[in-house]
């Protein structure tokens, strides 16, 4: 089975972290967000992958040849990032004549039965109800929950059935031709060619398509989610670290995650806080947060924040003389 795996998007809604790191490789619980992806695609039979990559995709690339050295893989560049549908488009030789394709954006993390989806006898979108439905692409039932219609962010929704980025798609080469179709005709959706759009014209051509509810649906695309979805697979379990070193002077509040040969002295590391490699805190506070490889906090009180890799950070010491009935606010 073939999967591609779009991860060209800037992440411009998480700079200035995504300035130097590809929203992928963001740790997550300890795991780069795309290493999620790759994971459970492997572990449902997906045995082929085409990522696309662009901005900053030598890190991408590198990273997948790191951890993943016999994989059946290969990179396609997206010069010029038109859309999700274009983006598919530009692996468009590596994917004709496939019998069958999972789709999975690099941005997101999906809890769902992956079996249930596969074994659709059709084509098939998994989708999640949304309280904002204007904000995604949205799909739309017919009274026998068949797929009439799917539509990019529309203003006045019809639906609040969300596309999370997961697609499985039997009719390959059609969908290659409804894109070319889009693109050499300049048939845009507010500037871009969307995925959507695509999947409407196979739908216009009487392809069916079923759909699969994802039980939990992390979207990792601004900081705040980002920080929720590190705290709520630290609470799940296989996600937390066990058996962690004794750190010099230092409470450890689970759940965390802590990467190998970190120094930490002097500290206060959890709940919710996940520590990349190599790492040094010292004198510090650090909780519900995300910080970077080879990162270095000395008398810092770190809270909600997200460090990237290679970071320095020094806080202030304060002496404090209060008298009564006193609020002081240092954040």
């Known amino acids: 089975m073939k999967a591609i795996i779009p ?3 800037a992440g411009t809604q998480l700079r200035p972290l995504t300035y130097t790191q590809p929203k992928p490789l963001i740790p997550v619980a300890g795991k780069p967000i795309i290493s999620f992806i790759v994971d459970q695609l492997q572990a449902a039979g997906v045995s082929e992958f085409i990522f696309v990559i662009g901005y900053l995709g030598e890190k991408i690339r590198d990273y997948i040849e790191q951890r993943y050295p016999e994989m059946d893989k290969k990179f396609v560049s997206q010069d010029h990032r038109f859309g999700t549908g274009h983006a598919i488009w530009s692996a468009r030789d590596c994917l004709r004549g496939a019998d069958e394709l999972i789709i999975y954006f ?19 979108l998994a989708i999640k109800k949304v309280q904002e439905p204007s904000s995604f692409g949205i799909v739309e039932l017919d009274q026998n929950k068949q797929v009439k219609r799917v539509v990019e962010k529309p203003k006045i929704p019809m639906s ?52 699969c509810n ?54 206060i590391i959890g709940p919710h806080a996940t520590i990349g490699s190599n790492a040094t805190i010292e004198s510090s506070i650090v909780r519900n947060s995300i910080i970077g490889n ?38």
């Not at 980002?226 to 962690?244: I, R």
């Not at 810092?300 to 806080?315: A, E, H, L, P, Y």
């Not at 003389?321 to 240092?330: K, Y």
Request: proline share 2%; charged share 25%; glycine share 8%.
């Open 214 to 267: 994802v039980s939990i649906w992390y979207d990792c695309g601004k900081k705040e989610n980002l920080l929720e979805t590190n705290a709520l697979l630290l609470d799940k379990d296989g996600y937390a670290s066990d058996h962690l070193p004794e750190y010099d002077n230092s409470i450890i509040i689970h759940p965390v995650s802590i990467g190998k040969d970190c120094k930490i002295s002097n500290s």
């Open 294 to 331: 080879y990162a270095a906090l000395t008398e810092v009180v770190m809270k909600k924040s997200v460090i990237g890799n290679d970071t320095s950070i020094t806080g202030f010491r304060h002496s404090l003389n209060i008298g009564d009935n006193t609020e002081i606010d240092l954040s």
């Open 106 to 124: 690099g941005d997101t993390i999906l809890e769902m039965d992956f079996d249930a989806m596969l074994q659709s006898p059709n084509s098939c």
């Open 160 to 211: 609040n059935l969300a596309l999370v980025g997961l697609y499985k798609i039997r009719q390959v080469d059609q969908l290659l031709d409804a894109l070319d179709h889009n693109i050499s005709n300049n048939l845009r959706t507010e500037g871009e060619f969307h995925l959507t759009d695509g999947l409407m014209r196979l739908i216009e051509q009487g392809v069916t398509f079923d759909t």
């Open 7 to 9: 991860v060209a998007g």
